[in-house]
């Protein structure tokens, strides 16, 4: 291989190099140079309490929704056809994939291109998209939307969104747990419906002797924890102040949740699969006795031809589940929250979506698959529920009682419980191990991911 | 997706060079022909040689030098490495790519190896044409769209081969992707994707062997099995290290596959499984820049080290 060539190029390699050195070294530092100061003072708007980019009323606005909420933004366009509103569907930050917070922090280093509206599935993200030197939330009760909109809200709603009294967001739904059940199952079998964890217990070892191949319940779901520990008490999520976090999975309440958690597992009667999976429906359909969950299970399982698909008059909500002696609680998993960035250059058709998505009839009534957190929405779709006659029993008053009992010592820290909970318990429950033994592994996993966020843990 | 990019590029590369000699040999007498070939050819490597700087060699460099300096511009010497190498995920990160390389390589080499003689030694032509074409198809998918197809693969449910899935114990996708079989599961699906191109310059190279070598040693008594020991596989070593080393500077860079393995699974396969995933999330999640850059140079460094390995003990430099 020894040709002309390689010479020729050998003794050419000093000098091509030189001057790709001094071409590297030049850029290097018109890099350096023009990073800081990049970014330009804006003036604090007094009207509506944030820097507001310079304002064009035709500008479109790009709305991020997940595949669930596309119809919100169709609703929206339907309804306004003169506001431009480009709708871009991304995973909505499910099972705490942190695609929202990475996409916009992947803008905040461009520094453009962040959307106008992003609807979110985790109701957590007004903890980072509130701070910052340069936070993307922008804030909706210093001057932007009227007082009395917001008061419009069923109480506590906007709670997860309110940081230092200032609310950086809207809920799209209320998503406390329930206890869903098959009235006509019940019936069947002769049973009675639990109000309490420890009969859930009984009632789970009895249809495992008696009528095995039905389910009381699933853990499947990134979302279990917020189920069962969140609706049992257990003080396993506690934001104590803004930086510091705390954990305890040995607490009796912790501990007693996942003994029952591990002996429903044994007796077969908790499914493994996630309630969106192919197996879960082909295994389970005609098959839930019970299913303590989310509000949202009403439309997204039960009511809906691709999953479940119950029949009419079949299914009921109950009250969330007690410990014996003592007050219901409920969990909560998600509620969907939307967010309008600081950065957009047309806040009057954001603000416009907003007030649309939350509480307009034309989506949160006639279309929305939860309870809207919007209250005259909430009572509307209630209502329209109980008209429909598919849920049996009394669904408007249960689930009415269960919005106002989500036990409120579980946090809303920076990171996400449901992505912790997936990737340390649920592959080592489907392998069999006992969720009791993975408390302390639970714990360790909890705070590990609490410190590199940031918390400092008690 | 890094994998097929990298191995489209050699295929390419693998049939070039032969050709391309044979055919510089005659025209080298006359010097000014030479001189405008050269100039041509600046022309033509080009447009690499920009790209490279601007997308390679750059970003490199500003990793580098941000590596070694904290959030607000100072340095601040090997703080960031110590805080990366410190984090909880990092060393499961590492053992999972170890893990992954591992399987993957040791799979990688053995077996395309083997299938590239396997083809070679057939008799037909038009068979041993279409078997390449075959194994290149599923090159031509690029990472994500891939793993999307395996997503039903690894579904003991709608799996096309739930049998074979079923005899290995696994009823459901979250046994089946349970994080002890996640390196082999990932190896499988870098094999399914890349193998195939890495065949076909296998089987470029084995062409490459001259024909009197192969007939002396039938003359010789050697069989199929004696020819491709002590024949083919020495005068293959070259290729079978280049395919090391592109095979592990692309393999260290994991992060496609196990992304969307993370969002289809619903978190059960972790978004930090990899190192280049924990890179991510420092710079998108913590916004911590100068820590994602510490990771990338560990990494980089890392398979620099054991690309050296590979060069020097494959004798890729060396001349013929």
Known sequence: MSTPQTRERSTRIPKRSVAALTVLSASMLAITACTPGASTAEEADSEYGFATVEQKSDAPITVWVDASRQPAADAFVAANPDVPVNIETYDGGADGSGSFQTKVQAFDQAGSGWPDVVFSTQNNDAAWASQGSDPFAAPLNKGYFEQSFLDGFTEGALAPLTVDDTVYGLRNDLAPTVTWYDQSLMDEFGYSVPTTWEEYQELGEKVAAEHPGYIVGGVGDAFAEEIYFWGAKAPVNTVVDANTFSSDTSDPYAKNMAAIIDDLLDAGVLAQESVFSPEFVQKYTGKVLMLPGPVWYSGALFSNPDSLNAKPGTIAAGLPLAWEGEEPAAGNVGGGTWFISQHSANLDAAKKFLEFVTSDERYQVDLAPGLPAHKAAADKWLAKQAEGGFFTGDFTENVSAASAQIWDGWGYPRFSQEAVWAKTVTPKLAAGESLVDLLPEWQKAIENEAQVNGYTIK | ?320
């Open chain 2, 1 to 320: 997706m890094t994998v097929s990019a990298v191995q489209r590029s050699p295929s390419d590369a693998a049939a070039g060079s032969s050709r391309g000699i044979r055919r510089r040999r005659p025209a080298g007498g006359r010097k000014s022909v030479a001189g405008q070939r050269s100039r041509v050819s600046y022309f033509f490597v080009s447009g690499y040689v920009l790209l490279a700087v601007a997308f390679g060699v750059f970003p490199t460099l500003y990793a580098v030098f941000i590596a070694f300096l904290d959030g607000d511009g100072r340095f601040s010497g090997l703080g960031n490495f110590a805080q990366v190498v410190g984090d909880f995920r990092f060393w499961p990160a590492v053992q999972h790519v170890g893990a992954f390389l591992l399987a993957w390589l040791v799979g990688l080499l053995a077996l395309v190896t083997l299938l590239a003689l396997l083809v070679h030694s057939l008799g037909r032509r038009w068979l041993s044409s279409s078997i390449r074409f075959v194994y290149y198809i599923p090159g031509a998918l690029a990472g994500a769209s891939s793993v999307v197809l395996w997503l039903f693969v690894l579904n003991p449910t709608v799996s096309p081969v739930s049998a074979v899935l079923h005899a290995f114990g696994f009823e459901t996708f979250v046994q089946t992707v349970s994080p002890g079989n996640l390196p082999v599961v990932f190896a499988v699906i870098a094999f399914w994707t890349g193998a195939g191109g890495w065949i076909v310059v296998m089987y470029g190279a084995l062409n490459s062997i001259p024909d009197e070598v192969l007939e002396a040693a039938r003359m010789d008594g050697a069989g199929a099995v004696r020819t491709a020991l002590h024949i083919q596989l020495p005068m293959l070593r070259k290729w079978i290290s280049y395919m090391a080393v592109m095979s592990l500077a692309s393999g260290a860079q994991l992060f496609v596959e196990p992304r969307v393995l993370s969002q289809a699974s619903h978190a059960v396969v972790p978004a930090d499984w990899s190192l280049n995933q924990l890179a991510y999330l420092y710079a998108f999640k913590q916004q911590d820049l100068n820590g994602s850059a510490a990771i990338a140079v560990i990494l980089l460094v890392v398979s620099l080290a054991l690309s050296t390995f590979f060069v020097i003990r494959g004798g890729l430099f060396e001349r013929d």
